[in-house]
T-cell receptor, first 113, second 114 residues
Framework: GNSVTQMEGPVTLSEEAFLTINCTYT??????LFWYVQYPGEGLQLLLK?????DKGSNKGFEATYRKETTSFHLEKGSVQVSDSAVYFC????????????FGTGTRLQVFP | GAGVSQSPSNKVTEKGKDVELRCDPI?????LYWYRQSLGQGLEFLIY????????KSGLPSDRFSAERTGGSVSTLTIQRTQQEDSAVYLC????????????FGDGTRLSIL
């Protein structure tokens, strides 16, 4: 079946450090891929998405590239801020499967000044 | 409003009681989803509605859970005879029904079963 695997957290970084959160997926066909973010005390927000191979999603300085050959969608940011502290969820939506989202377990990011 | 609205934001109830959770999707979004976020299970799909089609109930954990969507808009998730393991945050999302369109989430209902 379809699934998403994310790196375990928490990830602890100093401000301005480089961030990578790994995400790999298993799916039949060509899923759409998403990163959602949940800030403390808030709901899930879409961060970025990619709908086909080699697409790069980007938002707020975050980027992720849809790599079909490695079935990956790693999240990166060149210089994190304290305000980026949140839980990040990688997710896929398999076309023809009601578009329901299958989420990874989430990765907590803590950024210290 | 502009976003997905859920009510109540918090619900505390005694084991064995029934609860109803409400979701008001973004206007014009034909697809509506319910998910559950719990410590032990992460984020799980529960049920999906698309227009007037039969819902996909494949994620409902037991027959105590049901949901309906009236008039293609507002949805209600009902849990009967609640158990402590039902304690979780219940999230509703809606989307436009085109390929790759993202789901927009409400703030959720935090359900606590005593």
């Amino acid at each position: 079946g379809n699934s998403v695997t994310q790196m375990e957290g928490p990830v602890t970084l100093s401000e301005e450090a480089f961030l990578t959160i790994n995400c790999t997926y298993t799916a039949t066909g060509y899923p759409s891929l998403f990163w959602y973010v949940q800030y403390p005390g808030e709901g899930l927000q879409l961060l970025l998405k990619a709908t086909k191979a080699d697409d790069k999603g980007s938002n707020k300085g975050f980027e992720a590239t849809y790599r079909k050959e490695t079935t990956s969608f790693h999240l990166e940011k060149g210089s994190v801020q304290v305000s980026d502290s949140a839980v990040y969820f990688c997710a896929l939506s398999a076309r023809g499967d009601t578009d329901k989202l299958i989420f990874g377990t989430g990765t907590r990011l803590q950024v210290f000044p | 409003g502009a976003g997905v609205s859920q009510s109540p934001s918090n619900k505390v109830t005694e084991k064995g009681k029934d609860v109803e959770l409400r979701c008001d999707p973004i206007s014009g979004h034909t697809a509506l989803y319910w998910y559950r976020q719990s410590l032990g299970q992460g984020l799980e799909f529960l049920i999906y509605f698309q227009g007037n089609s039969a819902p996909d109930k494949s994620g409902l954990p037991s027959d105590r859970f049901s949901a309906e969507r009236t008039g293609g808009s507002v949805s209600t998730l009902t849990i009967q005879r609640t158990q402590q393991e039902d304690s979780a945050v219940y999230l509703c999302a809606s989307s436009a029904r085109e390929v790759g369109q993202p789901q927009h989430f409400g703030d959720g209902t935090r359900l606590s079963i005593l």
